[in-house]
C-alpha cells in the first residue's frame, strides 16, 4: 500500500468533486491510502506538491482542478504554466498524475469530470499509480 495525496484547486467546487471522485475511486481500488489538501488555484498546485514531496510523507500525488477559458490570456498562463511545472517535477522523479482539466467551456469540463463518462480523475489517479510503479521498478 502505498500513500497518495491528492492536491485539488477548488476553483469550481461541484466539478473538483467528480473529479476527486474518480481520483479516489481509483487509488482505493488499488489499495492505497489516500489525503486530499487543497489550495486556490491551479497554479498553487505545483508549488503544494512540491512541498508536500519535500516532506516524505507521501509516494504519490494526483493535481486536480479545472480551467474554463475566460475572455484574457490568463487561460493560457494557469492552464500552461501549471501543467509545464507539474511535468518538471514529475521529471525530478515525483510520481505525478494530473488530473486539472482545461477547457473551453462547463459542458466540456462536466464531461471530463464525470466519473461516469470521461473519468479524467480516476485517469490522473492510474497515471500516478504507474509512475510510482516505475520509480520502484528502476530504484
Ligand atoms: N482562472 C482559473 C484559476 N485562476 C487562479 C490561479 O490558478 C491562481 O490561483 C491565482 O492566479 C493566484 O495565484 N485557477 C484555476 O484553477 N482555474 C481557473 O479557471
Ligand atoms: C482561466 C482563467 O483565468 C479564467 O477563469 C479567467 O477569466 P478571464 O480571462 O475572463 O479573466
Redesign the pocket.
Known amino acids: 500500500m502505498a500513500k497518495f495525496l491528492i492536491v485539488e484547486a477548488r ?1 469550481y467546487s461541484h466539478l473538483n468533486d467528480m473529479l476527486i471522485e474518480g481520483a479516489r475511486a481509483a487509488l482505493q481500488a488499488a489499495g492505497h491510502e489516500v489525503e486530499v489538501v487543497t489550495v486556490p488555484g491551479a497554479l498553487e498546485v505545483p508549488g503544494a506538491i512540491a512541498l508536500a514531496a519535500e516532506s516524505g510523507q507521501y509516494d504519490g500525488f494526483v493535481a486536480i482542478g479545472v ?9 493560457e ?3 500552461g504554466e501549471s501543467a509545464r511545472a507539474i511535468m518538471a517535477l514529475t521529471m525530478d522523479g515525483i510520481a505525478i498524475g494530473n488530473g486539472i482539466i482545461t477547457t473551453e467551456n462547463e459542458d466540456q469540463a462536466i464531461a471530463r469530470a464525470d466519473p461516469k463518462r470521461k473519468n479524467k480523475g480516476g485517469e490522473a489517479a492510474q497515471a500516478a499509480i504507474r509512475l510510482l510503479e516505475l520509480r520502484e521498478k528502476f530504484a
Open positions: 476553483f480551467v474554463i477559458r475566460g475572455e484574457t490570456y490568463h487561460f498562463i494557469v492552464a
